[in-house]
């Protein structure tokens, strides 16, 4: 047994001697053959379907980092710019590369289909940001975080005007079938998206007309003469048209109301012009006299009490003024020139305001006028000649100085001899009138005061001084004030 074991180390031993390169490339056994199984043909299909699968995996991984780099990329926009989007999502694609606002449709799509959000696209105008990505161009569109328009109607404009200013909102479509009611929409700002119809903005400033009505209504005073919401929307309309300023409304409200309780009449002007010209607005020009007295339906200065309906859509602060107007005792109020008025409680208060606001008036209109002068005229230039150039002094050299000097000595010497000769003839004129004889003088007739005649008319040609009544002429070349015209 012993042997054994040591026969067995010994060719353990024997196994670990180093073998030649040759046998050391050679197997020892050869590997076992493979099995039925291996070969079945369900197997090798199995595995080419994993690796064809395997590799699917890795494209469609390199695929998916490739575009959502590429996605978040920005984009070609080099300004804001609004989009307007409709359609499936491809159109959509199409219209923001049209636009400028990706470069790669095709991305967009995959990105949408990727995200599952080709059936979230929301039609609308839509603001892309500068370098907005193909990402963030989608989540704007999926978000539907369309543009909002201000339409703002301003308070005290006729249902015409609105309807008219409405046509004008290029944001806006459709038709208007007919001109709603007066005084039974809101002005307000609202916000709109394009596309909205002018009916369904109509149907808004309606309902929250109606809103408004029935909230100031169930808050008015109960000590104003007012019977109906109607009422309360007539008598609005007239102080929104009165008077633009927030602060005088409750006042303007106060006066109406005084005189509905003592029966006396409104005698508002902005009701002869409705009575005119109805929803127009605007007469154009000035109220004649004979118009004053015209009567119609809505002119308050011919019937008693408020007009048959609203002169106009008033506005919040009018409703809520004339629902709750100030406890005043005043009756009258005209304008003051500066978009406000003064108040009288009496009649020879108010009087006196009248009076002075046309004082006003006729100073505007004389300023206007002078303004308006033409200016006068002044003297073109003349441009056929050069303007003067002073000339440049010449210092002359010590050779040419001796010579000028004597040159100017002689100009001297003439000038000298040229005064000279009027005095020699004036000395020998008067030694020949002193050397008359009394019969060449006697000769010379002489009419009595002819010489005072003669020396009075000298004094007036040379001495002349106008009286204190006498007024020059203005120079051709002055503007003489023109007199002012009285003003009617």
């Known amino acids: 047994m012993s042997n054994d074991h040591g026969q067995n180390g010994h060719e353990?031993?024997?196994?670990?001697?180093?073998?030649?390169?040759?046998?050391?490339?050679?197997p020892e056994r050869m590997p076992p053959p493979p099995s039925k199984r291996a070969k079945h043909p369900l197997v090798v299909a199995g595995n080419a379907i994993l690796t064809l699968l395997m590799f699917l995996m890795l494209g469609a991984g390199a695929a998916v980092y490739y575009g959502k780099n590429k996605a978040e990329e920005p984009g070609p926009l080099d300004r804001e710019r609004a989009v307007v989007v409709k359609g499936g999502v491809r159109e959509v694609a199409d219209t923001l590369r049209r636009e400028g606002v990706i470069h790669q449709p095709l991305l967009f799509v995959a990105a949408a289909i990727a995200t599952g959000s080709t059936s979230q696209l929301k039609a609308g105008e839509y603001l892309f940001e500068k370098g907005a990505s193909i990402r963030d161009a989608l989540d704007t569109i999926v978000e539907g975080k369309v543009?909002?328009?201000?339409?703002?109607?301003?308070?005290?404009l006729t249902s015409e005007q609105i309807v008219q200013r409405l046509m004008d909102a290029e944001v806006l479509t459709g038709e208007v079938k007919q001109i709603p009611r007066e005084g039974t929409m809101l002005p307000d700002g609202y916000k709109v998206t394009r596309g909205t119809t002018r009916e369904q903005l109509i149907a808004r400033m309606q309902s929250a007309h109606k809103r408004l009505v029935q909230e100031v209504w169930e808050r008015r005073s109960p000590e104003i003469p007012i019977r109906s919401p109607e009422q309360l929307v007539t008598l609005a309309s007239i102080v929104e048209k009165e008077t633009g300023k927030a602060?005088?409304?409750?006042?303007?409200?106060?006066?109406?109301?005084?005189?509905?309780?003592?029966?006396?009449?409104l005698q508002s002007d902005p009701t002869i012009i409705y009575g005119l010209v109805g929803g127009k607005g605007s007469l154009g020009r000035p109220i004649m006299r004979e118009e004053i007295d015209r009567p119609t339906p809505y002119n308050t200065y011919v019937i008693e009490g408020l007009?048959?309906?609203?002169?106009?859509?008033?506005?919040?602060?009018?409703?809520?003024?004339?629902?709750?107007?100030?406890?005043t005792k005043e009756l009258y109020f005209v304008a003051d020139g500066t978009g406000g008025h003064v108040f009288a409680e009496t009649y020879d208060q108010h009087l006196r305001n009248v009076r002075q606001w046309r004082e006003y008036q006729k100073e505007q209109a004389t300023i206007q006028r002078e303004l308006q002068a033409p200016p006068?005229?002044?003297?073109?230039?003349?441009?056929?000649?050069p303007a003067a150039v002073p000339a440049r002094e010449v210092v002359p050299s010590p050779v040419e100085r001796p010579q000028q000097e004597q040159k100017k000595a002689g100009e001297k010497a003439e000038k000298k001899e040229k005064r000279a000769v009027p005095e020699r003839k004036e000395s020998e004129k008067k030694a020949g009138r002193e050397t008359l004889t009394e019969q060449e003088r006697n000769a010379v007739p002489e009419r009595?005061?002819?010489?005072?005649?003669?020396?009075?008319s000298a004094k007036k040609s040379d001495d002349f001084t106008p009286s204190i009544m006498s007024e020059p002429l203005p120079s051709a070349d002055v503007d003489a004030p023109k007199p002012r015209q009285p003003i009617r």
């Open 247 to 265: 602060d005088e409304r409750t006042r303007v409200a106060g006066v109406f109301i005084n005189r509905l309780n003592r029966k006396m009449r």
């Open 376 to 385: 006068p005229q002044q003297p073109a230039p003349d441009t056929s000649r």
């Open 448 to 456: 009595p005061g002819a010489a005072t005649q003669k020396k009075s």
């Open 307 to 327: 007009p048959p309906g609203p002169i106009a859509n008033p506005g919040r602060a009018s409703l809520e003024a004339v629902a709750n107007p100030s406890r």
């Open 12 to 26: 353990g031993r024997r196994l670990l001697h180093p073998r030649s390169p040759r046998q050391a490339i050679q």
């Open 147 to 156: 543009i909002q328009h201000q339409v703002t109607l301003a308070e005290g």
